[in-house]
């Protein structure tokens, strides 16, 4: 049972805080100017620090404990992400101090500190993932689909590539065969058997225009928008400025686009819809069967390590116990 801490519960009140955090913008100017390039995530979690009561070098490991708590983190990743932040600062402030610090400690195994909630309204079913599917397909003004290429980011995540794999993937590494398709990545090989998903990167490959369709409601103008000329599959919309023959962030792109459809997902945040999340929703749908074992994951992402796995396994368990509790069958 994990209590978490209520930072409402706080005493000092917000002038304190703000006094505290000025403390603490002194005090790591040092920190931020050796730590140019992180220096907006470190700051990001400072500010959310300033919120705890105690001064961080006076922390223990109750004191983390109750700080993590609050992260809403939905993955082990994050939480040693934070946790080495944490005591990075920590580290900093007590030799500027000149104190004596113990490098901080997590009291419980990482799964208590997930907020099950906050993952669940990142985490789609097969059924949601399909239904999103159709959800991206946009109508060019002569009535043809368009926005294949925002389908297929959707689809590619789904079978489990990443960000990066999505972006590099070139149309000389997709081979078509016997009505399947398989994609020769860096380190590894997929195949796709899915005939939707099959078609639906053909129709990629073939698409010169994307859909800007308006939804301000201000009555502005749908814009139809050229794909640049490209090997890579999923291509940038010509501009100006842009030169670049590769799309900055396929999993920012999606997220956007998820976002600005106005409409509604029972219990799902599309905005938080990015291709690690779908990743993981793939690992936890595919978890969720007894005939699926970590092992297999492993083997489908190309993955040596299984740390982020085991977790899953976990969580793929209480959902599926979930979904149970809710049809009414009994485990």
Known sequence: MYVRYDSTEQTKGKVETNEKLQ??????????????????TYFSLLEKISNYPKYLWNWNNHDLNNFLLTMKTISPHSINKIVQQVRDLQR???NKLGMSCQPLQLLYDQLGYIDLEALLEVTISER???????????QLPDGRESNYRDVVILELAWHLLTTSEIKYLKVSDIKEEDGRIQLNLKNRVVTIS???????????????EYFVPDRSGLGKANKVMRLKDSPYLIRPVETRAGRSET????????????????VEFYGINLAGLTVEAINRSRKIELLKRIDIKVEDIMRMTGRRSDADLYWLKEIAKIIKEMENEKEGIST
């Open 128 to 138: 949601e993932y399909r239904a999103l599917r159709n959800l991206l397909i946009e």
């Open 194 to 208: 899915d005939p939707m998903v099959v078609s639906d990167i053909k129709k990629a490959i073939g698409e010169s």
């Open 92 to 94: 900093y402030a007590c």
């Open 23 to 40: 403390n603490y913008k002194k005090l790591f100017q040092g920190f931020f100017s050796q730590n140019v390039r992180e220096k907006k």
């Open 247 to 262: 799309c900055s962030n396929p999993s920012d792109m999606l997220r956007r686009v998820f976002e600005g459809l106005n």
